[in-house]
């Protein structure tokens, strides 16, 4: 026997190559119907499964949405719809916060994606996802001009602000407990975080 063969693996060896998608390749897929009964969201060309969803995010998701809808017009609020990223980011992305605010309900939204900066707030309920939602999503959302971004995570039953957007993230970042109080940026309605988790 070879003694090549009883070598372990390299395991600092490069990553294989692997197909990153277009937009455009992307939009065909969905076209053609090969997503069907699934969900996946295009990040930096790669796929990302949307996977089903466990009870805490889905309870999640509904409170957020209920607190929102009482805040603006129900048709300002999306849940889990894709927004246009950054020019820079936008033949490679297309992300789809687990909810959004519109600061306008525009006609042309019949023809195009609403821009981040056609925002008031993004928000994604992170389980497992926390360090891609608070690291490449925070600055897909930054560069877009998402004015606001929260990620509410699950597992630390905390909720993170993010404010003041810039090209290369979000300039202030806050932590907010399960007892505390969160008011939008230029509102005054206020929201208790544990009112938007799921029950221990």
């Known amino acids: 026997m070879s003694a090549a063969l009883l070598l372990p693996p390299q395991t600092g060896a490069e990553a294989l190559p692997r197909k990153r998608f277009t937009r455009e390749e992307f939009d065909r897929l969905i076209e053609t119907g090969f997503f ?3 969900r996946y969201e295009l990040i930096d060309g790669d796929l990302i499964d949307k996977m ?11 409170r957020a949405f209920a607190w929102l809808a009482r805040v603006f017009k129900p048709i300002l609020v999306q849940v889990q719809l894709p927004v ?3 020019a820079a980011d936008r033949r490679r992305s297309v992300p789809e916060p687990d ?14 994606l609403p821009r981040g900066d056609e925002l008031l ?3 994604e309920i992170a389980d497992s996802s926390a360090a891609f939602d608070m690291s490449r999503k925070a600055a897909l959302y930054a560069a ?11 597992p630390h039953r905390r909720l993170v602000v993010h404010r003041e957007p810039s ?7 806050r932590f907010f407990a399960e007892g505390d109080t969160v008011t939008l940026e230029n509102r005054t309605e206020t929201v208790r975080v544990g009112d938007l988790l799921p029950p221990e």
Request: negative net charge; aromatic residues 8%; hydrophobic residues 40%.
């Open 52 to 62: 089903g969803q466990n009870p805490p995010h889905a309870l999640s998701i509904r």
């Open 99 to 112: 909810l959004s605010v519109l600061a306008e309900d525009k006609p042309e939204f019949a023809r195009r």
């Open 36 to 38: 069907e009964g699934q």
């Open 144 to 154: 877009a001009g998402v004015p606001e971004y929260w990620v509410l995570e699950l």
């Open 121 to 123: 707030l993004a928000i």
């Open 84 to 86: 246009e990223a950054s």
């Open 167 to 173: 090209e290369v993230g979000y300039r202030l970042i």
